[in-house]
């Protein structure tokens, strides 16, 4: 079975501070690989998305970036922490070539910019 | 345009009652997914059921049934016996496309559930 891991679970930063999220997916090879963001109460809003090593595409643009260094690893990053970046992170795993597309999702980081 | 709508923000149902939680969407494309995702107090987002814009039939997963009526964009969410655990956020999605990679995937807003014993 697949499992998908995030850490860390909890963060609290800086602003102005660097951050580094990652992903792991295990059970599964060439997995799609999704970034979401979630602000307090509200719905998903998706960041990035990968389908391969390397191959990062980003739906909203602003101070965030994407890494995609091992096929099943997927890193957020940002240099330089704005308060608004504040929120729960959520990262998610699909089928490659599956026709439902349903997405998996890990238990989340908690990213409180102060 | 909101792509997904989800009317009810918050919803009580009595424990062992059914509940139906209503969602509409708006595309224009005619193949597309449609999904709904339970999100407890820890956070994490549970995959319930899919039905595609193809699938003659709702789609059901346990006590859970999707109420797919096509021509009127709805894909209500149908919950049988409620039981205390059901107690969430609950959100529709919509995967428009067929020829993707799951990127053009839009949530609602989402409802609260509350289940009451």
């Known amino acids: 079975s697949q499992t998908i891991h995030q850490w860390p679970a909890t963060l609290v930063q800086p602003v102005g501070s660097p951050l580094s999220l990652e992903c792991t997916v295990e059970g599964t090879s060439n997995p799609n690989l999704y970034w979401y963001r979630q602000a307090a109460g509200r719905g998903l809003q998706l960041l990035f998305y990968?389908?391969?090593?390397?191959?990062i595409s980003s739906e909203v643009p602003q101070n965030l970036s994407a890494s995609r260094p091992q096929d099943r690893q997927f890193i957020l990053s940002s240099k330089k922490l704005l308060l608004s970046d504040s929120g729960f992170y959520l990262c998610?795993?699909?089928?490659?070539?599956?026709?439902?597309?349903?997405?998996?999702f890990g238990p989340g980081t908690r990213l409180t910019v102060t | 345009a909101q792509k997904i709508t989800q009317t009810q923000p918050g919803m009580f149902v009595q424990e062992k009652e059914a509940v139906t939680l209503d969602c509409t969407y708006d595309t224009s494309d005619p193949s597309y997914g449609l999904f709904w995702y339970k999100q407890p107090s820890s956070g994490e987002m549970i995959f319930l059921i899919y039905q595609g814009s193809y699938d003659q039939q709702n789609a059901t997963e346990g006590r859970y049934s999707l109420n797919f009526q096509k021509a009127r964009k709805s894909a209500n969410l149908v919950i049988s016996a409620s039981q205390l655990g059901d107690s969430a956020m609950y959100f529709c999605?919509?995967?428009?496309?067929?020829?993707?990679?799951?990127?053009?995937?839009?949530f609602g807003p989402g409802t609260r559930l509350s289940v009451l014993p």
């Open positions: 998610a795993w699909s089928f490659h070539g599956r026709q439902s597309y349903e997405q998996y």
């Open positions: 999605a919509m995967r428009e496309g067929g020829d993707n990679y799951g990127q053009n995937f839009v």
């Open positions: 990968s389908v391969g090593i390397g191959q």
